[in-house]
């Protein structure tokens, strides 16, 4: 059975440091992965998606990468801003119908 | 604007009180789903729909039911709501053609008592 899990859980940091959050999966054999962002009282906002056959996605200061064989993702956020503050949710696809989600980093960052 | 709608945002029910939750999307896309989001437990999918009249159970469809009727619907239904169904409710739609851009509702937060 596939398992998501995401590490850290929370994170606090101060504004303009770079950081990194983690999800690995227990089944390599996935279609994609998948950052999401949701802010409270808020559904999710897709961040990126990274196919099975790609090694990374990158959208602004966002970059994410994948390791299927590891079973292994990151998100990097460039220079953090008060804004990205918010909880982080990765997703793996085992098939074009599913979602298995990770229980999330919470992401405070701070002036 | 394409966009997800659920109502009620937020619901305090008792045990046994029949529910439904409603979900809409403007998008015309095949596919909706309904999750919930427990705390330490993430995001787990309750039932999914492939498209009108074709629906199927997710990870933890146990205590719900669904209905598509129309495609842009997608109610899900507690019989007899119980507090272990105390949670986020999250409704999403995506295309078929583009799995990776899913759409989802705000949230509903239920309350059982």
């Known amino acids: 059975k596939q398992e998501v899990t995401q590490i850290p859980a929370a994170l606090s940091v101060p504004e303009g440091e770079n950081l990194v959050l983690n999800c690995s999966f227990t089944d390599s054999a996935i279609y994609n992965l998948q950052w999401f962002r949701q802010d409270p009282g808020k559904g999710l906002t897709s961040l990126l998606l990274?196919?099975?056959?790609?090694r990374e996605q990158t959208s602004g200061r966002l970059n994410a990468s994948l390791d299927k064989s590891s079973g292994r993702s990151t998100l990097y956020i460039a220079a953090s801003q008060p804004g990205d503050s918010a909880t982080y949710l990765c997703?793996?696809?085992?098939?074009?119908?599913?979602?298995?989600f990770g229980t999330g980093t919470r992401l405070q960052v701070f002036p | 604007e394409a966009q997800v709608t659920q109502n009620p945002r937020y619901l305090i029910t008792v045990t046994g009180k029949k529910l439904t939750v409603t979900c809409s999307q403007n998008m015309n896309h095949e596919y909706m789903s309904w999750y919930r989001q427990d705390p330490g437990l993430g995001l787990r999918q309750i039932y999914y729909?492939?498209?009108?009249?074709?629906?199927d159970k997710g990870d933890v469809p146990e205590g719900y039911k669904v209905s598509r009727k129309e495609k842009r619907n997608f109610p899900l239904i507690l019989e007899s709501p119980s507090p272990n169904q105390t949670s986020l409710y999250f409704c999403a739609s995506w295309a078929w053609e583009n799995p990776g851009e899913l759409f989802f509702g705000e949230g509903s937060r239920l309350t059982v008592l």
């Open positions: 990274i196919q099975s056959s790609q």
């Open positions: 729909s492939m498209n009108v009249e074709v629906t």
């Open positions: 997703a793996v696809r085992p098939d074009t119908d599913k979602l298995i």
